[in-house]
């Protein structure tokens, strides 16, 4: 598969950078963090495993989405063990609104659809990678060392939702810039506007 934005960085498809109101939120409130991160690994392999399941014919898809879900698992169980490491007791919270907020604007017929879900899974893991990024400098050991780690299995996952997006969009002759440009608006929104739930994808407070 041909890779035009083999290198890219998740800079190049967000259009706003995560606001140092959410850094520091994300500082002091890095308990409830890692409660809801457990909560996206979990959300990031069930949607890779979605996808596997409703493109059984896009063989190039199904095994990457398929490597992509266990790998997501492992991170599961990585924030886990260090939940239990650090203490940090599990706790059930409302979903926010970052995930809810793109479904809202991403096409629901074919082959749309597709290409709608494939770049939201570009966007959010690139929205990750970036916090990651932004928080390994800031968190105290071991968090800094395992986010750290996850800023690159992150981008590596952006760069790949990237790549099943252009290849759907090249197959059925699709624009996807024009998509893309719609979704990271909404998205930059989402990750930048305050926000009264604080959570790995939220505005700042
Ligand atoms: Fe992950
Ligand atoms: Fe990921």
Not at 15 to 37: I, K, S, Y
């Amino acid at each position: 598969m041909s890779a035009p934005l083999g290198a890219a960085v998740p800079q190049q498809i967000l259009l706003a950078e995560t606001p140092e109101g959410w850094v520091a939120a994300a500082c002091e409130h890095w308990r409830e963090l890692l409660v809801d991160h457990l909560g996206c690994e979990k959300k990031a392999a069930s949607t890779a495993l979605a996808l596997l399941f409703a493109y059984p014919e896009d063989g190039g898809l199904t095994l990457a989405l398929s490597r992509l879900a266990r790998e997501e698992l492992r991170h599961f169980e990585q924030v886990q063990a260090l939940m239990n490491e650090l203490k940090v007791p599990f706790a059930r919270a409302k979903p926010g609104r970052y995930a809810a907020g793109l479904r809202a604007v991403s096409r629901t017929s074919e082959p749309d659809r597709k290409l709608d879900l494939l770049l939201t899974g570009a966007l959010i893991e690139a929205r990750s990678a970036e916090r990651f990024a932004k928080l390994t400098s800031r968190l105290p050991a071991p968090l800094d060392r395992f986010y750290g780690q996850l800023q690159h299995s992150e981008a590596r996952h952006f760069q790949l939702y990237l790549r099943l997006a252009q290849q759907a969009a090249q197959d059925r002759g699709l624009n996807w810039r024009a998509r893309l440009a719609v979704l990271a608006g909404r998205e930059a929104e989402l990750a930048t506007q305050p926000d009264d739930q604080f959570r790995f994808h939220s505005g700042p407070p």
